[in-house]
T-cell receptor, first 116, second 115 residues
């Protein structure tokens, strides 16, 4: 089954303790990205990657890191999480981006992160 | 920078009736894409409908249709014959291929369907 898999689904941690949220897709998609969802703000892009070893900042990259060593994986790293990073996080992927009608942006099921 | 505004935080509709969700956006571009996504309580993000800005014809997908007014920068979603399963948060989104396929989302509209 074609899917974007995020882990974990829920995560509670403390301020300053490094964490990684994993994202993997099995559709051979070139494009991957991370969003955070906050009430009243919708979803905002954190980082994106057009292909292996190519990453770039989105709208809210501060406090986050990403890497794209393999095509299928795009982990999100919080080196020193803070309470303002408490949010719902989504990983998304697509084959050729928005112009490919048959390949809309596929989202993972989200990771609910709480930083205390 | 592009912005997307959904001015209705909450909407409700009776089952089998029609509801329209509003969305406006701001851009100086002429070539872009607009989307409506549905997010049920399961948190999944489900693509409902997509519109290419160069197409004048409004997109339709079964009971879902849009009213795309390019000059007014308006992109509303009409749900006909509303069903209980349509209850969800709905997000309007704007995207451009040259912006890293980034989607700019609106704040969301929570739709309740009353039996």
């Amino acid at each position: 089954e074609a899917q974007v898999t995020q882990n974990p689904r829920y995560l509670i941690t403390v301020t300053g303790k490094k964490l990684t949220v994993t994202c993997s897709q099995n559709m051979n998609h070139e494009y991957m990205s991370w969003y955070r969802q906050d009430p009243g703000l919708g979803l905002r892009q954190i980082y994106y990657s057009m292909n292996v070893e190519v990453t770039d900042k989105g709208d809210v990259p501060e406090g986050y890191k990403v890497s794209r060593k393999e095509k299928r994986n795009f982990p999100l790293i919080l080196e020193s999480p803070s309470p303002n990073q408490t949010s719902l996080y989504f990983c998304a992927s697509s084959y050729r981006g928005l112009s490919s009608y048959n390949s809309p942006l596929h989202f993972g099921n989200g990771t609910r992160l709480t930083v205390t | 920078a592009q912005t997307v505004t959904q001015s209705q935080p909450e909407m409700s509709v009776q089952e089998a009736e029609t509801v329209t969700l509003s969305c406006t956006y701001d851009t100086s571009e002429s070539d872009y894409y607009l989307f409506w996504y549905k997010q049920p309580p399961s948190r999944q993000m489900i693509l409902v409908i997509r519109q290419e800005a160069y197409k004048q014809q409004n997109a339709t997908e079964n009971r879902f249709s849009v009213n795309f007014q390019k000059a007014a920068k308006s992109f509303s979603l009409k749900i006909s014959d509303s069903q209980l399963g349509d209850a969800a948060m709905y997000f309007c989104a704007y995207g451009k291929e040259t912006s890293g396929s980034r989607l700019t989302f609106g704040e969301g509209t929570q739709l309740t369907v009353n039996p």
